[in-house]
């Protein structure tokens, strides 16, 4: 049960000069929440719901932060939007010398999901450690930098081409799914036989507190009753985590290759901009021999990496829309029927996060069970990653799929955005999901745009 609180709207408005600190301008505009016997599904992330449908949507912080969390909060943001140059400098130091991105904003567009031209990237391996997990391509590391400074080159162009695939539903209304193909061209170090490639999309980063907070227990739980339940059957990722130095419960990732968001923050500066952390100190760049030789590693402090990720664990969750609308129900009842959610589980309960109270003993409907599914051979990466295996992909949340719009001004969906729109997004499942995929195909069409309508309020 959900005590009763507060969900206010408020307005963040950055104004920044050099490194002069920013102007926060509440806009009091809150609504009472009363104590229910059943969670209300419009509260997506609990108390940490932020009812706004705007292009700033999944960039808010959760309204349940208060005085100094909210100012940490906010230094995150800050650092989140911090663009990186080229050493030496006097600030924002240590870019590359080998990149993809800048910044993390510049990957996650406030804070959502970008198109494939623009922050797509490629990881890549030569095999896998059943405990370190992939294994790094000589020469070149376990991601392609399609960026460098001056003076420094490229690791490789990647070049995307699609293929169109024609379909039909079983009314006989067509459609027509793209199939990428992807090639590395340029290499600044031949590829060795054997590699594996996988494209990645940056994903959303609100919500990853809440997420985070479920206890590995639950998702032991879920997976057994999957288990037994028969259609689907969902596994965990066991990964290294590089502070205890254990394996633990993976869950963050397009293969839940990552088990907390700090350690995800620090292989994400490192990997994608070259810049090291005292959890990660090490360049990329150290493995193709185009290290910049400067002795100013680390590049970024524990503290910066701790207030990006308290940033990224904070953020408000946007509301569920049109709740209780004849259409949306229809489609949510539809949603449940054809098995959607026996992967895409609509509620989780988190639990005690001692650091991290605004996210603990909350019910969230994420949309997810942070579990790995078979998706079939379409698509898969035939990548392995820890115990994630060639074909397997964790079930992405749906919290805010159909704000994605409004937000990034695009509908690209699955891990590498080969899907234009919802529709064509579960029409790519297979594998597990591919009864449900076929009980969606053979729909009417008004159930279909019932179903669609109900993930658009999302």
Not at 67 to 72: C, P, T, V
Not at 75 to 99: C, M, Q, R, W, Y
Not at 154 to 177: K, Q, T
Request: charged share 25%.
């Amino acid at each position: 049960m959900l005590a009763s609180s507060r969900i206010c709207n408020g307005l963040i408005a950055w104004a920044a000069s050099g490194l002069s600190l920013l102007v926060l301008l509440p806009i009091a505009a809150c609504d009472m929440v009363e104590s229910k016997a059943e969670p209300d599904p419009t509260l997506a992330g609990g108390e940490t719901t932020l009812f706004r449908a705007t292009p700033e949507s999944f960039a808010m912080p959760a309204p349940n932060l208060t005085g100094d969390r909210l100012e940490k909060h906010l230094v995150g943001d800050f650092e989140f939007e911090k663009k990186f140059v080229t050493a030496p400098a006097e600030v924002n130091s240590g870019l590359g010398p080998l990149f993809n991105r800048t910044s993390c904003a510049s990957c996650h567009t406030r804070n959502g999901r970008d198109k494939p031209d623009v922050s797509l990237l490629v990881r890549i391996s030569s095999g896998q450690d059943f405990l370190q997990g992939p294994v790094p391509v000589a020469g070149l590391g376990l991601q392609i930098q399609d960026r460098a400074v001056a003076g420094a080159r490229p690791e490789a162009r990647v070049v995307i081409e699609y293929e169109e695939i024609s379909g039909s539903f079983a009314d006989g209304e067509p459609y027509s799914l793209r199939k990428p193909a992807y090639r590395l061209e340029d290499l600044d170090a031949p590829l060795p036989a054997g590699v594996d490639l996988s494209p990645r999309m940056a994903r959303p980063v609100f919500g990853l507190g809440l997420l985070e907070a479920v206890s590995e227990v639950t998702l032991e739980d879920i997976a057994a009753e999957q288990v037994a339940g028969g259609e689907v059957s969902g596994r965990i990722n066991y990964v290294w985590d590089m502070e205890s130095e254990t394996v633990r419960v993976g869950r963050f990732g397009w293969k839940a290759n990552q088990p907390t968001v700090r350690q995800q923050t620090a292989d994400a500066y490192r990997s994608d901009m070259g810049i090291t952390s005292p959890l990660i100190p090490v360049e990329t760049s150290i493995v193709s021999g185009q290290h910049d030789g400067l002795e100013d590693d680390p590049e970024i402090s524990a503290e910066t990496v701790d207030a990006v990720a308290f940033y990224m664990q904070t953020l408000a969750v946007p509301a569920a829309r049109d709740v209780g609308q004849p259409k949306v129900e229809g489609g949510r009842t539809l949603f449940t029927r054809i098995g959607c959610a026996s992967c895409h589980r609509p509620s989780l309960e988190t639990g005690l996060a001692p650091d991290l109270p605004e996210v603990s003993s909350q019910t969230i409907f994420a949309y997810t069970d942070l579990l790995l599914h078979d998706m079939g051979e379409g698509l898969a990466d035939h990548r392995e990653d820890f115990r994630a295996g060639a074909r397997e992909w964790r079930t992405p949340p749906l919290w805010g799929v159909g704000l994605t719009e409004i937000v990034n001004q695009h509908t690209f969906f699955l891990h590498d955005g080969r899907a234009r729109n919802l529709k064509e997004a579960i029409l790519w499942h297979d594998g597990e999901a591919s009864s449900a995929r076929e009980r969606f195909r053979t729909l009417s069409r008004s159930e279909r745009d019932a179903l669609l309508e109900f993930l658009r309020s999302l």
